[in-house]
């Protein structure tokens, strides 16, 4: 069993930036892949971006590649998403996962934990 906990969302002008970090309970953190997906009101919930259990691969969804960067500190048990260059249409409750294969595809069933999620607004 995983809980995940996320924190950093909030309201950021067009331009700015955050860092969302995703806390982890339990032991095997540094195997597992992880996430991050976003949802906005209305749409399907979209992988935003996802880093393998070694740390070595990443990949981005192309709205977000140059902006945003995935990384994790498997010491503390944490994943982080700086995202930069925000945009209005980056306005979304992002929720962070973990994949025990250590793979982390792109697709939510994937995924077997899941965080509560954080909501980030980006006025224009």
């Known amino acids: 069993q995983m809980q995940l906990v996320e924190s950093g969302g909030g309201l950021v002008q067009a331009g700015g930036s955050l860092r969302l970090s995703c806390a982890a309970s339990?032991?095997?953190?540094?195997?597992?892949?992880m996430g991050w997906f976003r949802q906005a009101p209305g749409k399907e919930r979209e992988l935003v971006a996802a880093?393998?259990?070694?740390?070595?691969?990443?990949h981005y969804a192309d709205s977000v590649k140059g902006r945003f960067t995935i990384s994790r500190d498997d010491t503390k048990n944490t994943v982080y998403l700086q995202m930069n260059s925000l945009k209005p249409e980056d306005t979304a409750v992002y929720y962070c996962?973990?994949?025990?294969?250590?793979?982390?595809?792109w697709g939510a069933g994937l995924y077997d934990y899941w965080g509560q999620g954080t909501q980030v607004t980006v006025s224009s």
């Open positions: 339990g032991r095997t953190f540094s195997r597992y892949a």
């Open positions: 880093i393998s259990w070694s740390g070595i691969n990443t």
């Open positions: 996962a973990a994949d025990r294969s250590g793979a982390g595809g």
